[in-house]
């Protein structure tokens, strides 16, 4: 379990507690629930992360909601995989490769509901590249219409293995990750995935490594 967990669980336990002891007991349930809540929002199961080689896992749990093409700031068109997390969704995220992180732009933003596809440039975001292999992808946390809060504990030139825990988003939120248009996407919309167990994709290692954190409205390909 993500520490965060504890901390909203047992407050809301002892206030619980205080609620029962100089009031009700039964006015204790509500502050009781929101602590089973929050104990199990915040679980962070382990995942059997794949190793095939150019695998790209998923960054996190949740439902697809777009398969596209973007075009980059260097004009490069890439694959762009979004992922919507719900509430009752792992809120753990994971990097989707093994490399080297050589980018970490924080943008702030709106908190328009993550369904909307203007969320992608709009919101609140944490942007990385990572780069491994012969591989260059970037994924973004972004928050949604409840998420507040994004973390990201990595620091650039960190060494990070595919399926490695980075951060969370807290509560409703969003994950993307692109990558070259070449890749062999393994999803379409409506599929399930789980951060850091489910491939997305498969790239082919490449000579020239290329990244960009600025992407521009989507092509439309679904």
């Given at each position: 379990m993500v520490r965060d967990g504890y901390y909203y669980g047992l407050a809301l336990a002892a206030a619980a507690v205080l609620v029962g002891w100089f009031a009700r007991p039964a006015w204790s349930i509500v502050p009781l629930l929101l602590a089973l809540f929050?104990?199990?929002?915040?679980r962070d199961p382990e995942r059997s992360i794949p190793d095939a080689p150019g695998a790209?896992?998923?960054p996190g749990d949740g439902k697809v909601t777009d398969v596209s093409f973007v075009t980059s700031s260097g004009g490069e068109k890439q694959?762009?995989?979004s992922i919507f997390l719900s509430v009752f969704d792992v809120h753990?995220?994971?990097s989707p490769i093994a490399g080297i992180v050589r980018d970490i732009?924080?943008?702030r933003g709106k908190f328009l509901n993550a369904m909307n596809q203007a969320s992608a440039e709009q919101n609140e975001q944490n942007i990385v590249r990572v780069e491994g292999d012969g591989q260059s992808i970037v994924f973004k946390q972004i928050a949604g219409l409840l998420a507040r809060r994004i973390v990201f504990n990595p620091k650039l030139g960190d060494?990070?293995?595919r399926g490695q825990r980075v951060g969370l988003i807290k509560f409703g939120s969003r994950v993307d990750v692109l990558l070259d248009a070449s890749?062999?996407?393994q999803v379409k919309v409506g599929d399930r995935v789980q951060g850091g167990a489910s491939v997305?994709?498969?790239l082919q290692p490449k000579g020239e490594l290329a990244g960009a954190t600025n992407y521009s409205v989507s092509e439309g390909a679904r």
């Amino acid at each position: 379990m993500v520490r965060d967990g504890y901390y909203y669980g047992l407050a809301l336990a002892a206030a619980a507690v205080l609620v029962g002891w100089f009031a009700r007991p039964a006015w204790s349930i509500v502050p009781l629930l929101l602590a089973l809540f929050f104990l199990w929002f915040f679980r962070d199961p382990e995942r059997s992360i794949p190793d095939a080689p150019g695998a790209i896992v998923s960054p996190g749990d949740g439902k697809v909601t777009d398969v596209s093409f973007v075009t980059s700031s260097g004009g490069e068109k890439q694959a762009r995989i979004s992922i919507f997390l719900s509430v009752f969704d792992v809120h753990v995220n994971r990097s989707p490769i093994a490399g080297i992180v050589r980018d970490i732009h924080y943008q702030r933003g709106k908190f328009l509901n993550a369904m909307n596809q203007a969320s992608a440039e709009q919101n609140e975001q944490n942007i990385v590249r990572v780069e491994g292999d012969g591989q260059s992808i970037v994924f973004k946390q972004i928050a949604g219409l409840l998420a507040r809060r994004i973390v990201f504990n990595p620091k650039l030139g960190d060494r990070l293995e595919r399926g490695q825990r980075v951060g969370l988003i807290k509560f409703g939120s969003r994950v993307d990750v692109l990558l070259d248009a070449s890749a062999a996407l393994q999803v379409k919309v409506g599929d399930r995935v789980q951060g850091g167990a489910s491939v997305l994709a498969y790239l082919q290692p490449k000579g020239e490594l290329a990244g960009a954190t600025n992407y521009s409205v989507s092509e439309g390909a679904r």
